[in-house]
C-alpha cells in the first residue's frame, strides 16, 4: 500500500474478526519495529507475542481494563516495552519509552499495510500483566496491541460501538506546530485538497479488452499516461513534444473493480508533492455517471533533459501553472 493510504487507513478501531492472522504478517510487522530508530542505537525494544492458543493468554486477558474487553476477540495480543537501562540517558532525559513508541508506529503501519487492524491500550493492570508473562522486574511494559482483521461492528457492546462511531479529531496544525519560537505560528501552507483536479474522458475500444471480457491492466497505465498529456496540453500550455519535460519513474495502480467495454471512464487526478526534479500524480479512473472507482495509480514523473539525458530542477514557470493542482 502506498504509505500515505497506511497512514490515513491506520485507526483504532475495536470490531475484530476471529480470522487468524498469518504469523508471517506478525513476523514482518516485528521486522518493521526492528528497523526503528533509537537513541544511540540501543534497540531497548521488546515484544511478547500471545496467539490465541498460548498458555498464557487467559491470564492476559485477565489483566485488560473492563473498558478494553472487546480486545479478547483479537486473534493476537502483542505486549511491548523496554528496560530503562537497555538505553540511552542523554542529560537526564530516558529515552526507552521515546524508543519503544516509535518501533511501536513501525509496527502498527505494518499491520496496516499487510491489512490488519492494530490498537494498542493502555487500558491494563501492571500486576497481573507481569505475573502472566513472567516480565522480568526491570522491564517496563508500555502498551499491549490487538491484533487482527477488522470485524463487524454488530459484535460490538453498545457502548464499545459508540466509541468506534465517534468522528476522528485532531488538533489543528496551528496548534502543535510552531515556527522559529514556541507560541509563533508554524503558518502551514499545504492545501489539504487541490483547488481543481483535472478531469479528461478515456475512450474505451474494443481491443482494450482481454478474453474475459475486462480492459486489459496494461491497457490501464496507457490510460493515465493520456491523462498525463492531456493534463501537459490543457494545463501546462505544451503544444509541442518538447514541451513535455519530464520521464516517468513510478507507476503504482490498484485495480479495484474490472472496468467493461460499457463503461464510461474518465481519468481524474491530482499533483500531491512537488519535489526538486520531481512529482507524483494520484489518479483516479472512474465512472462519472455512479461514482465508481476502477482504479487507484500513482505516478511519479521526473523532470529531464531529453538533450543531456540528466534531470533537472522543476522549473518556477510549471509551478506556476499546475499551482491550483497541487494538495492533499
Ligand atoms: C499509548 C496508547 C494507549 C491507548 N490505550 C487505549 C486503551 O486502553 N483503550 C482504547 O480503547 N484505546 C486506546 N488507545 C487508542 C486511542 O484512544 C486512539 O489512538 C486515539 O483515540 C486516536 O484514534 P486513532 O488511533 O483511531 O487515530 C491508546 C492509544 C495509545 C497510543
Redesign the pocket.
Known amino acids: 500500500m502506498e504509505f500515505h493510504r497506511v497512514i490515513r487507513a491506520?485507526?483504532?478501531?475495536?470490531a475484530f474478526s476471529q480470522r487468524p492472522v498469518e504469523p508471517e504478517k506478525i513476523e514482518r510487522m516485528l521486522e518493521a519495529a526492528r528497523r526503528s530508530p533509537s537513541c544511540g542505537n540501543r534497540q531497548p525494544w521488546r515484544f511478547v507475542v500471545v496467539g490465541a492458543d498460548a498458555p498464557s493468554r487467559a491470564a492476559v486477558e485477565g489483566a485488560l481494563?473492563a473498558?478494553?474487553a472487546w480486545a479478547k476477540r483479537a486473534p493476537v495480543l502483542i505486549v511491548t516495552g523496554a528496560r530503562r537501562e537497555d538505553a540511552a540517558v542523554v542529560e537526564s532525559r530516558d529515552y526507552f519509552l521515546l524508543d519503544t513508541g516509535m518501533a511501536l508506529m513501525s509496527l502498527l503501519y505494518r499491520a496496516v499495510d499487510q491489512g490488519l487492524l492494530a490498537?494498542?491500550?493502555?487500558?491494563w493492570k501492571e500486576a497481573p500483566l507481569r505475573a502472566a508473562l513472567g516480565l522480568p522486574e526491570e522491564f517496563t511494559p508500555a502498551?499491549v496491541v490487538a491484533v487482527g482483521y477488522a470485524g463487524s461492528a454488530g459484535d460490538l457492546d453498545e457502548a464499545t460501538r459508540k466509541?468506534d462511531e465517534k468522528p476522528?479529531a485532531r488538533k489543528p496544525l496551528g496548534e502543535l506546530a510552531f515556527r522559529s519560537r514556541w507560541g509563533e505560528p508554524f503558518g502551514a501552507a499545504l492545501p489539504d485538497r487541490p483547488a481543481k483536479v483535472y478531469e479528461t474522458e478515456v475512450q474505451l475500444r474494443f481491443g482494450d479488452t482481454d478474453a474475459m471480457g475486462h480492459v486489459n491492466n496494461a491497457k490501464v497505465v496507457t490510460y493515465l499516461e493520456l491523462g498525463r498529456i492531456r493534463f501537459f496540453i490543457d494545463v501546462m500550455g505544451a503544444e509541442r513534444v518538447e514541451d513535455i519535460r519530464f520521464i516517468l519513474a513510478e507507476v503504482s495502480c490498484r485495480y479495484r473493480i474490472p472496468i467493461l467495454l460499457h463503461d464510461r471512464v474518465f481519468v481524474r487526478m491530482h499533483i500531491t508533492d512537488v519535489h526538486r526534479s520531481s512529482f507524483r500524480f494520484r489518479c483516479e479512473l472512474f465512472d462519472p455517471r455512479d461514482g465508481r472507482v476502477f482504479v487507484e495509480a500513482e505516478t511519479v514523473q521526473v523532470m529531464y533533459d531529453y538533450a543531456t539525458g540528466r534531470p533537472v530542477p522543476v522549473a518556477p514557470d510549471f509551478l506556476a501553472r499546475a499551482r491550483d493542482y497541487i494538495g492533499g
Open positions: 491506520r485507526s483504532s478501531l475495536r481494563d473498558g478494553n490498537h494498542p491500550m493502555a487500558g502498551a466509541k476522528w
